[in-house]
């Protein structure tokens, strides 16, 4: 699902245990344009049936909450509601809590001190297949990526049958540009550079931008920034 600046509001459910945060959540989104609010749960089992009940585009969705806790609430969702995304919003930025979260699906990830227009722009971003990650929790996860991953010597050559404007688009994807970034870096229109993402990603077998990243690192084609 994508959507355009100017179409109907994201309608967004609230998970969060504790109340006051949940309803200064609720009130500040409610002041905001390009968001709605439907529906606000107090644990990841009442935001699951909500989500079963409302259809929402997103949840953002708190991570230690009682009864089930936001990454099975995170799994059950993406499992039985594909069509509802998730962005965690949450106090914690720890290795613990956002990788275990991103890995059940989650395709965005906020910490509490975001500012509203930020948590609009995650839950406009995972709609378009961006990730909505907050830089901290982006660098992490190249970090931890590139961790993972064995070095290679010398340029590789691009992978799965790409051509060589595939590859600098997903490297530029990789380095974390935008569309519209990526068609200024490449002094092309955007149309141009989303026919070469839905290309490569159809090569790739690569669903979402997230998973562009780590398909970027696991092929050797970035390298995270020395020191």
Request: glycine fraction near 10%; hydrophobic fraction near 40%; include cysteine.
């Amino acid at each position: 699902m994508t959507r355009e600046a100017g179409e109907t509001p994201a309608r967004v459910v609230v998970a969060d245990d504790q109340t006051v945060v949940r309803e200064g959540i609720v009130m500040l989104l409610g002041l905001l344009p390009g968001v709605e609010v439907v529906g606000a749960a107090g644990d990841g089992e009442e935001a699951v049936r909500l989500v079963a009940e409302l259809a929402p585009d997103v949840v953002l969705m708190d991570l230690r909450m009682p009864r089930c806790d936001g990454v099975e609430a995170t799994r059950r969702i993406r499992s039985e509601h594909p069509g509802t995304q998730v962005v965690v919003l949450t106090t914690y930025a720890d290795d613990e809590s956002v990788f275990p979260a991103l890995r059940a699906g989650a395709r965005g990830y906020l910490t509490k001190d975001a500012g509203g227009d930020e948590i609009v722009r995650a839950v406009h971003g995972v709609l378009s297949g961006d990730a909505g990650l907050a830089p901290s929790i982006q660098r992490r996860l190249l970090e931890r990526l590139s961790e993972s991953e064995p070095r290679r010597a010398g340029p590789p050559e691009p992978p799965d049958g790409l051509t060589a404007r595939e590859t600098e688009v997903l490297v530029l994807i990789a380095e974390g540009l935008n569309n519209h970034q990526i068609a200024s870096r490449l002094q092309v229109s955007t149309a141009t550079v989303k026919t070469h993402i839905n290309n490569l990603f159809a090569k790739a077998g690569i669903k979402d931008r997230a998973q562009a990243v780590r398909y970027a690192y696991g092929k050797g084609l970035v390298r995270p920034p020395a020191g």
